[in-house]
């Protein structure tokens, strides 16, 4: 395209020339033939007298008119074929928000937003995002993210969204009406969603919970928080920091639920060897409202509970595998 552009500006450039030094036209009437020529336009209303002039205008004919029709094609076809790739980009995106499932929903892809986006995508999880600034969607469409160009807090956009099919929606837009609104019109599409709200003002935490959110959270209250045990606790931050950030450590937190018939039901953690085989440490247990934190060697292990867990991803990766599986540890 740029070696296009070059060759008709130097087209321009000489034919300009030769007809000031065949015809000796001025410099605006020699640019104005040049222009008619290599157009095929020809007004016919500048004739050419001299025998050296006539000849030039050959050359530049032949010359002019390709370089000029070589140019006003790549011009088209990147008009068209842009145009053509980005529709089709569209609908190759459309056709995948359509098979997801099970995903999440984010709405607003802001500062807080796109922290989201990153985390979800680390962790393998499907997700599509709603944006309505135009460049920030673009911008995400660049990077590979599914997006929907459009106002989250609309009915239609959420129903584009697969939210029938979504098991949960993070609502992460600037202003604490708006999470409001999109909580409300979510749980209105689908009520058994799993809701959770951005708020920057803490009396909006209430609104939020009324209209259906199942956990509502304050990116300036975390904030404040981690700035302060930083000066308090700055070894022990520093740890989780590295824990939770370090790419080349893969400790990570995990639920993990024991199904109906696991070879753990009914066994104590100390009988059950689970930090002995796989080294996966128990933090919690959750059994319908009860947390049971930091639970001793001797608590028993139910149908249903909702375990707790910290360890490597392979460790994880081994008790979800036994927690659904019916026979002992091998």
Known sequence: MWHAFVALVVTLILGTSGLILTEHFSVAKAFYLTVQT??????????????????????????????????AGLMMAFLIEGQLAGVYGRRKMNRKILQLNEHIIICGAGRV???????LRKEGADFVV?????????????????????????????????IDKARGLI?????????????????????SIQVVARMDKLESEKKLLRAGADKVISPAVLGGWRMAMSILKPIS?????????????????????VE???????????????????GAMILAILRDD?????????????????????????????????????????
């Open 38 to 71: 290599i157009t095929t336009v020809g007004y016919g209303d500048i004739e050419v007298h001299t025998e050296a002039g006539h000849k030039f205008l050959v050359v530049l004919m032949m010359v002019g008119v390709g370089v000029m029709l070589y140019f």
């Open 171 to 191: 609502t992460a837009l600037p202003e604490d009406s708006l999470n409001v609104f999109v909580t409300l019109t979510a749980k209105g599409l689908n009520p």
């Open 260 to 278: 109906d018939g696991s070879c753990l039901v009914g066994k104590t953690l100390s009988t059950s060897g689970i930090k002995q085989q796989t």
């Open 113 to 119: 937003g796109r922290q989201v986006l990153n985390r």
């Open 130 to 162: 709603i944006e309505q600034q135009e460049d920030l969607s673009t911008e995400l469409i660049e990077d590979g993210f599914l997006v929907i160009h459009s106002d989250a807090t609309q009915d239609e956009t959420l129903k584009k969204a697969g």
């Open 290 to 330: 009860q947390v049971i934190s930091n639970p001793g060697a001797e608590v028993e292990i139910w149908k249903g509970d909702l375990l707790i867990v910290l360890g490597l991803k392979e460790q994880l990766h081994r008790l979800e595998e036994v927690a659904a599986n019916v026979r002992n540890f091998r």
């Open 237 to 257: 931050v520093e740890y989780l920091e590295t824990v939770i950030h370090d790419h080349n450590i893969e400790i990570e937190m995990e639920e993990v639920r």
